[in-house]
Structure formats: C-alpha cells, structure tokens
C-alpha cells in the first residue's frame, strides 16, 4: 500500500514539472481576459516580476482604449525627459509601457472586487498615475 501512495505522489510531481512559469503566465492571460479578477492581478504581478515571459508582450483587456492605459506613462516619459537631472525615482529602469500594462490589470482586478488588488493600488497610488 506505502509504494501505491509514493507512486501516486511521484506521478503528480512529475506531472506539475511540465509547466513552466511560461506556461502559467499564458494562464493567467488567458483568464484575465476572460474577466477572473484574481488571474489580472496575477497577470499584473507578472509583469512587474517577469515581463519577458508574457506573450504577447503587452496584452489588455478586449475592449480597452490604450489611450487610457498608456496615456500616464507617455505623460511620464515626456516629464521625465524634460526633467535630465532629476533624482532618482522608484520606477527607474522600468519600461513605462511594461509598468502601464501591470497597473491596467491590477484595475481590471480591482473594479472586478479583489482586495489584494485595491490594496496594491491604494498602496501604490503615486505610481499609478504620472510617476
């Protein structure tokens, strides 16, 4: 009975090694845009932590007008480009457009009702919108 159960386990860790963090971003795309609030966070988490493993690169909600989603990091390029020797910010080195897409999913989670995601956007407000 004892090596029924270890196989058992080995065949489900086995079965798991297949799927990469690659694999869960196409997930977690896949069912943010299907409008499950929890998969657009996750999915906004995953641009911040690992956008190269996003494809397509930027993917929004169908239906979005990216004038509304990329308008505040093309605001913030333009400030940041008139402002050469500025201090540095909290978002050096990150891709507006990358930083824009992350903060269009956690609002998408947010307006859907998870709380882990208004509180990301309450916490992170000043980023949000001309950072």
Do not use: C
């Not at 333009?78 to 910010?89: F, I």
Request: net charge neutral; hydrophobic share 40%.
């Amino acid at each position: 009975m004892e090596s029924r159960e270890t196989s058992d386990q080995s065949a489900g860790v086995d079965g798991l090694a297949k799927y990469t963090l690659s694999s869960a971003a196409a997930m977690y795309t896949i069912a943010a845009k299907e409008g499950f609030p929890t998969a657009a966070r996750e999915l906004g988490l995953f641009y911040l932590a690992h956008p190269e493993l996003v494809q397509p690169r930027i993917t929004l909600l169908p239906l979005s007008k990216p004038k509304d989603v990329f308008r505040p990091a093309l605001t913030a390029l333009d400030k940041r480009n008139k402002e050469v020797n500025a201090s540095s910010s909290a978002t050096e080195g990150l891709d507006p457009l990358i930083f824009s897409v992350a903060f269009h999913w956690m609002e998408v989670a947010a307006n859907g009702g998870d709380k882990d995601a208004r509180t990301f956007l309450k916490n992170n407000s000043n980023l949000s919108a001309g950072w």
